[in-house]
T-cell receptor, first 118, second 115 residues
């Protein structure tokens, strides 16, 4: 079946502009995750959703970052008033559930959105 | 303290040899899951193998196996018969507990397979 998709694949924006990044998870996956990866670094967790609910938003770097998920499916990560330090690859992943073993909790990743803030 | 430690920033291995990538973790929670992912230069993050803290046997997935030593809090990835296509970054990650569902990631190991 179809994997996780993300759009746009690349985004160049000017400092101060708002951007929206979209994630379409694997059908039937209830859990959805957003990560950020700076060049040559590991992944930084941002937020996860169980259904449409995000129980813990403490991973978001600042109040300029927000995320929502509607219909238990598509999620949007919004960055307001972008700064140059926001430049990174934003990765989305989904899993069948939050925990429960190999088949439930393995996260499958999308190809990412490469964001460049000039 | 680092939750996930990958001590090898980079490794060179001859094609067809086996390779072990180190990962140690730190948690006091009895319930956790350990993952290995591969990230080629194309950037996609590919799931390789999973080990649950209550799993009795070491996980295996094709050429990948996980050397899980619970008492030592070690979860090393073993790749048998390495191939040129195995050249990539490899990340170890942990899902800790049942109330915190983020994955905690190591810094990664860059593996280069030499022909």
């Amino acid at each position: 079946g179809a994997g996780v998709s993300q759009s746009p694949s690349n985004k160049v924006t000017e400092k101060g502009k708002d951007v929206e990044l979209r994630c379409d998870p694997i059908s039937g996956h209830t859990a959805l995750y957003w990560y950020r990866q700076s060049l040559g670094q590991g992944l930084e967790f941002l937020i996860y959703f169980q259904g449409n609910s995000a129980p813990d938003k403490s991973g978001l770097p600042s109040d300029r970052f927000s995320a929502e998920r509607t219909g238990g499916s598509v999620s949007t990560l919004t960055i307001q008033r972008t700064q140059q330090e926001d430049s990174a690859v934003y990765l989305c992943a989904s899993s069948l559930a939050l925990a429960g073993g190999r088949y439930q909790e393995t996260q499958y990743f999308g190809p990412g959105t490469r964001l460049l803030v000039l | 303290a680092q939750k996930i430690t990958q001590t090898q920033p980079g490794m060179f291995v001859q094609e067809k040899e086996a390779v072990t990538l180190d990962c140690t973790y730190d948690t006091s929670d009895p319930s956790y899951g350990l993952f290995w992912y591969k990230q080629p230069s194309s950037g996609e993050m590919i799931f390789l193998i999973y080990q649950g803290s209550y799993d009795q046997q070491n996980a295996t997935e094709g050429r990948y196996s996980l050397n899980f030593q619970k008492a030592r809090k070690s979860a090393n990835l073993v790749i048998s018969a390495s191939q040129l296509g195995d050249s990539a970054m490899y990340f170890c990650a942990m899902r800790e507990g049942r109330s915190n569902y983020q994955l905690i990631w190591g810094a990664g190991t860059k593996l280069i397979i030499k022909p």
